[in-house]
């Protein structure tokens, strides 16, 4: 059974109407003949089903409709056309920092947090040390939120979201937050909590984030599905093509030559790399500087071929 199906969904938003330029002006231009009101589409005829464990990556450009789309997900917005359906309890992180109160401590705000996500004061208080010392809040909890930095109020309610237990996890853009370190602890904690059976959906321009964890892959443009696919590596290759050349696939065919475009290109840099760096030991060498030559050579060997200095490579491959 489908966790989440959405199903030929399209989302309109509607401008220059009463409520968005207020009675003065509507009055002012149905007076003058120049009252007239437009529909803009966020999102159009979106389908794609996810099952228990998918972590589904969304991918576009500014403006594509991806995070108009989630909050469709989430009950924020309702479609004009098609259907939502999730089953289970949802965590969701659209804006990291909603719902917080600044003049409230970290205390506070985490167990607000929680209430807003349907948890109780029970499991809360069983849950509350480990969101923050995951969170890295130990010395910080009697603080007022207002006085955090917006870093340590992003990784608050990270973790929040990630230590209780919904049944569908979905993140805008938040797997960026904080500094390297906890950046590569939130992505483990994905991992371990994907390898659970939760289900996912992660918004994030970065594609490396996506290829690690995500195992699905919806593309939108301008509020037009592209393609919904399990064929990550292709999909974002062609993906990474259409970022540099802005030529939107029309076809399978147009994918593979996007994607094949994409490979050539990190190929012919690799080997740029591999010359500028051949060029600098050469340079070395005629130097006269041997131990720089030794020290250089061995730094491009762990780039580009670390087995080759394994003792067992050396013994093997001894002319």
């Known amino acids: 059974m489908s966790v989440i199906e959405c199903n030929n969904v399209s989302i309109r938003y509607i401008t220059g109407d009463l409520k968005a330029i207020g009675l003065k002006e509507f009055v002012v231009r149905k007076l003058s003949g120049t009252y007239h009101v437009e529909n803009f589409y966020a999102d159009k005829h979106i389908t794609f089903k996810l099952e228990k464990g998918d972590m589904l990556g969304i991918i576009g450009s500014n403006g594509a409709g991806k995070s108009t789309l989630l909050k469709a997900i989430t009950g924020i917005l309702l479609p004009v056309e098609g259907s939502v359906k999730v089953e289970g309890k949802i965590a969701a992180l659209l804006e990291l920092t909603s719902g917080f109160d600044g003049d409230m401590t970290v205390r506070e705000n985490a167990y607000l947090r929680g209430a807003m996500l349907g948890y109780t004061k029970q499991f809360m208080d069983d849950k509350y040390d ?190």
């Open 130 to 319: 480990e969101i923050i010392r995951f969170a890295e809040l130990e010395k910080f909890q009697d603080h007022y939120f207002k006085q955090l930095s917006s870093g340590m109020r992003s990784r608050l309610a990270f973790s929040i979201a990630c230590l209780v237990n919904p049944d569908v996890l979905i993140l805008d853009e938040v797997l960026s937050v904080g500094d390297g370190a906890f950046r590569k602890k939130s992505g483990d904690k994905m991992k371990e909590i994907l390898a659970g059976g939760i289900t996912g959906i992660l918004v994030s321009h970065s594609l490396s984030q996506i290829r690690e964890l995500c195992n699905k892959i919806l593309w939108i443009d301008h509020g037009n599905q592209i393609a919904f696919t399990d064929d990550v590596e292709l999909y974002c290759d062609a993906y990474e093509q259409f970022l540099r050349t802005k030529r939107l696939p029309a076809s399978m065919d147009d994918i593979y030559e996007l994607a094949a475009d994409h490979r050539q290109l990190m190929r012919e840099k690799e080997e740029e790399k591999m010359r500028t760096e051949a060029e600098k030991l050469q340079h070395i060498l005629e130097e006269g500087d041997r131990q720089s030559a030794i020290n250089a050579s061995i730094n491009i060997l762990k780039k580009s071929c670390p087995s080759a200095l394994n003792p067992e490579y050396l013994t093997e491959n001894k002319e």
